[in-house]
């Protein structure tokens, strides 16, 4: 299902299917525990559905693409054939659409295979070039993310001068990249990347400029969800109670021009984005 860019915010739902997740690792780990959850956030209106079975934050081990699927396929063939019997009921009768959080070119083939509709890579296409090639030849949507580094070194990578055009020329090259293997542009959607190679102050600044990355025409997905760096600003050490300043991000995201948005907590944020909506979207519109 095609979603309308520019008619409303649309909220992905984050299911963690990781021992090691920064806020939920091991809460979704099992396919039974993955479909409940994943037939919660729809209930709350969520649009999209986030598998990721490789932690992506800080540190996290890499556990390889053999351990990546065995984690993922169970779960999404799972949630595949709930969608299918029609036993993922959206409250306005919208058909979730399920997104891999993978940067590897073996698990991205492989879910897309077994029904995946999106693929969202932290890695840009850098990490695992060859994905670049699984989505060309899927010709699905590809959220292509700004990040630096991996896990272990992202952290050291975190220098700019100006970080809001840094990320937008960056973006540009992984975009050049990502079309000269037959992507096409309609494929692709941006992430700015919060918190990935970023200090809190670089996360802020790059909210600041997320209207000069969406007037480069790309969709844009930002995912601030219990991130650090809200932690750091309102004190908050515990990634689960950091709701209210995920909430205050996402309607600065909303306001910028974001299109989607990546959270853990669905039935508030997608309050939030439709009251958000209301105060900057629709009267632009």
């Keep these: 299902m095609a979603l309308a860019w520019g008619s409303q915010t649309y909220v992905m739902g984050v299911i963690n299917l990781t021992p090691d997740s920064f806020s939920d690792g091991g809460r979704f780990n099992a396919p039974e525990r993955a479909l409940a959850q994943a037939r919660r956030l729809v ?3 969520v649009h999209l559905l986030d598998l990721g079975a490789q932690s992506t934050r800080p540190g996290a081990a890499d556990i390889g693409a ?3 699927r065995a984690r993922l396929l169970p779960a999404l063939r799972l949630i595949l054939e709930a969608r299918a019997a029609g036993d993922l009921p959206h409250p306005e009768g919208f058909t979730p659409l399920l997104s891999i959080d ?10 897309l295979e077994a029904g995946a509709d999106w693929i ?8 695992d070039p060859a994905i670049l090639n699984v989505v060309a030849a899927a010709g699905c949507p590809y959220v292509l993310m700004h ?7 992202m952290d050291q990578l975190a220098h700019y001068d100006a970080v809001g055009a840094e990320v937008l020329e960056e973006l540009r090259r992984s975009t050049e990249r990502a079309l000269a293997t ?7 959607i941006w992430d700015p990347g919060l918190g990935f190679a970023k200090t809190t102050r670089h996360n802020l600044e790059l909210l600041d400029a997320l209207p000069q990355l969406r007037s480069e025409g790309f969709p844009l997905l930002v995912g601030p969800s219990r991130k650090r760096f809200i932690g750091e600003v309102v004190g908050e050490p515990r990634p689960r109670a950091r709701l209210w300043g995920t909430a205050a991000v996402a309607t600065k995201a909303i306001a910028g021009g974001a299109d989607i948005l990546r959270v853990h907590d669905g039935g508030p944020i997608v309050q939030t984005a439709r009251m958000a909506d209301a105060l900057w979207r629709l009267r632009r519109g």
């Design 43 to 45: 209930a709350q209106g």
């Design 66 to 68: 053999a351990e990546e």
């Design 102 to 111: 993978t940067f590897r070119a073996p698990v991205a083939a492989a879910a």
């Design 120 to 127: 969202n890579d932290v890695g840009g296409g850098q990490l």
């Design 147 to 153: 990040s630096r580094g991996d896990s272990r070194t």
């Design 182 to 188: 037959g992507i096409r542009r309609e494929q692709l």
